[in-house]
């Protein structure tokens, strides 16, 4: 079965401290992951995805195989990354390539 | 350009009536995929097209829930005889293109169930 697990509901730091949005998941194969991002009043968005292995807006993830994570960091948080974060797997077996979404973190950077 | 469009942005029903949720795709795109976003249960994958067909209906919770999309394009989900537990955000979500495999979503239909 597939999985995705946002262990935080919510999470809140202040301004210009480090944050770390943890995920782990459970798949057979090798998935694709994928960090989506929902800011207030605005519509589901990617934020970033494994294969890609670049730097949105400050944010990495890396993929640990080993301890089946992708959990997303920031060095120094910013009040304009207030938002709802989830966490997604693509399965790669199976071609739907339909995303299966952790249960979202939400995260409050306050000033 | 014009992204992903969902209508109508708010329903309200009343148990036991049908709803239609419509999605208007990014031009080009040829994959489309609805998910349901509800409190507590987050967002789950309810069916996938790629064109006209839907080689992936697993999500779909019960039999009273069904999609179909026509001409590779508009696609619409339709609830029959409407539970409180439908109650939710329905998201619709299009990939193709040059950004394979990144979704792009829509705003979402707001399903209240009274």
């Known amino acids: 079965a597939q999985r995705v697990t946002q262990p935080e509901k919510l999470l809140s730091v202040f301004k210009g401290a480090p944050v770390e949005l943890k995920c782990n998941y459970s798949y057979s194969g090798s998935p694709e992951l994928f960090w989506y991002v929902q800011y207030s009043r605005q519509r589901l968005q990617l934020l970033l995805r494994h294969i890609s292995r670049e730097s949105i807006k400050g944010f990495t993830a890396d993929l640990n195989k080993g301890e089946t994570s992708f959990h997303l960091k920031k060095p120094f948080a910013q009040e304009e990354d207030s938002a709802m974060y989830y966490c997604a797997l693509s399965p790669t077996q199976g071609g739907s390539e339909k995303l299966v979404f952790g249960k979202g973190t939400k995260l409050t950077v306050n000033p | 350009g014009a992204g992903v469009s969902q209508s109508p942005s708010n329903k309200v029903t009343e148990k036991g009536k049908d709803v239609e949720l419509r999605c208007d795709p990014i031009s080009g795109h040829t994959a489309l995929y609805w998910y349901r976003q509800s409190l507590g249960q987050g967002l789950e994958f309810l069916i996938y097209f790629q064109g006209n067909s839907a080689p992936d209906k697993s999500g779909l919770p019960s039999d009273r829930f069904s999609a179909e999309r026509t001409g590779g394009s508009v696609s619409t989900l339709t609830i029959q005889r409407t539970q409180q537990e439908d109650s939710a955000v329905y998201l619709c979500?299009?990939?193709?293109?040059?950004?394979?495999?990144?979704?792009?979503f829509g705003p979402g239909t707001r399903l209240t169930v009274l």
């Open positions: 979500a299009t990939s193709g293109g040059s950004s394979y495999n990144e979704q792009f």
